[in-house]
């Protein structure tokens, strides 16, 4: 009986289930819907970049690096894993390099695939 009745109770959702698109999303088998203002991971315009090193400056998860060996001479680094996703460096970038984009972090089990060399100008 309790069978009979717990039948009676789900057959509205089968029913619904049947007829309507799934409410889950496919992600990862197809592009996510994402929000207007979705913050994902951090990307660069390398030519506007001046190395005056402000983003790391400001960064509150330390998620920027710059090694630099000189003047000219300097790396620009993104460690995804740290990055609280927080647009400072966006705000505190004078030269509109750095920017936060829609796109997704690939997951790893390696902790050096998330090093990301934003600028190169070794
Ligand atoms: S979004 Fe925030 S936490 Fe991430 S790199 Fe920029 S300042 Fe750092
Ligand atoms: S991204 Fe902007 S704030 Fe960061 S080092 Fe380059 S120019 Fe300076």
Redesign the pocket.
């Given at each position: 009986m309790s069978l009979f009745r717990s039948f009676l109770y789900l057959w509205p959702q089968l029913w619904d289930a049947l007829w309507h698109r799934p409410q889950t999303v496919a992600y990862p088998f197809a592009p996510p819907q994402l929000p207007a203002g979705f913050r994902g991971h951090v990307v660069?315009n390398a030519e506007?970049?001046?190395?005056?090193?402000?983003?790391?400056r400001d960064c509150p998860a330390a998620a920027?690096e710059?090694e630099r060996q000189g003047k000219d001479k300097y790396r620009?680094i993104y460690h995804p894993e740290r990055c609280a996703y927080c647009g400072q460096?966006e705000v505190?970038?004078?030269?509109d390099?750095?920017h936060l984009s829609n796109a997704f972090v690939k997951g790893a089990t390696d902790q050096d695939t998330f090093k990301i060399i934003?600028?190169d100008r070794y």
């Open positions: 660069i506007n970049c001046r190395g005056c090193s402000m983003c790391v920027l710059l620009l460096c505190s970038c004078n030269f390099a750095i934003l600028v």
